[in-house]
């Protein structure tokens, strides 16, 4: 069974740009969260989706979105960036059946300069 | 909010000795506690979790214990072989299949041959 993809590995972008990350789950699973690692905050919730609607917010400006399509893909969206940007971006998804198990992609290194 | 604490920052053991790692969590209703294990380079990958209903749960030389009173849970990691140096995360979550996981910050954990 294929894991979690997300594309593309690595991006680098200038400040005031906005970005795109794609994240595709494993098959089967529905619900796909969003996390971003940096050094100085760690892991942090972005958003969950969940059947094509957002389930769950973090605290993160509305410069962050997202999106699920049908197929349980999803994109997650980043306009205006600033540096404070970079980071790791983390796609997780899960079956959200009875079980809350979520597992994680390699994730898209996002450099803002 | 939830907030998770995680201790030690970095941890240095020898091959073959034991290694414990501690994370405590405010929020009595959290119920589901998840741990990850990093590579460099790669996403954070699930190795064992708990549920608010088991007090310890073992997987072969991993195994996590909680206690629900004091609010903390611990992974024991038994006989470490050098493939176990990561950075381990403890997370916290109190949705019942839908997915936002609270993170520690994080244990560098080093096995010296």
């Known amino acids: 069974k294929a894991g979690v993809t997300q594309t593309p590995r690595y991006l680098i972008k200038t400040r005031g740009q906005q970005v795109t990350l794609s994240c595709s789950p494993i098959?089967?699973?529905?619900?796909v969260s969003w996390y971003q690692q940096t050094p100085g905050q760690g892991l942090q919730f972005l958003f969950e989706?969940?059947?094509?609607?957002?389930?769950n917010k973090g605290n993160f400006p509305g410069r962050f979105s997202g999106r699920q399509f049908s197929n349980s893909r999803s994109e997650m969206n980043v306009s205006t960036l600033e540096l404070g940007d970079s980071a790791l971006y983390l796609c997780?998804?899960?079956?959200?059946?009875?079980?809350?198990?979520?597992?994680f992609g390699q994730g898209t290194r996002l450099t803002v300069v | 909010g939830e907030n998770v604490e995680q201790h030690p920052s970095t941890l240095s053991v020898q091959e073959g000795d034991s290694a414990v790692i501690k994370c405590t969590y405010s929020?009595?209703?959290?119920?589901?506690f998840p741990w990850y294990k990093q590579e460099l380079g790669k996403g954070p990958q699930l190795i064992i979790d708990?549920?608010?209903?088991?007090g310890e749960k073992k997987d072969q030389r991993i195994a996590v214990t909680l206690n629900k009173t004091a609010k903390h849970f611990s992974l024991h990691i038994t006989e470490t072989q050098p493939e176990d140096s990561a950075v381990y995360f403890c997370?916290?979550?109190?949705?019942?299949?839908?997915?936002?996981?609270?993170f520690g910050q994080g244990t560098r954990l080093t096995i010296n041959p």
């Open positions: 098959s089967g699973h529905r619900s």
């Open positions: 989706y969940f059947s094509e609607t957002q389930r």
């Open positions: 929020d009595s209703a959290s119920n589901y």
């Open positions: 997780a998804s899960s079956w959200t059946g009875t079980s809350n198990e979520a597992f």
């Open positions: 997370a916290a979550s109190k949705s019942q299949g839908a997915q936002k996981l609270v």
């Open positions: 708990i549920r608010s209903n088991v």
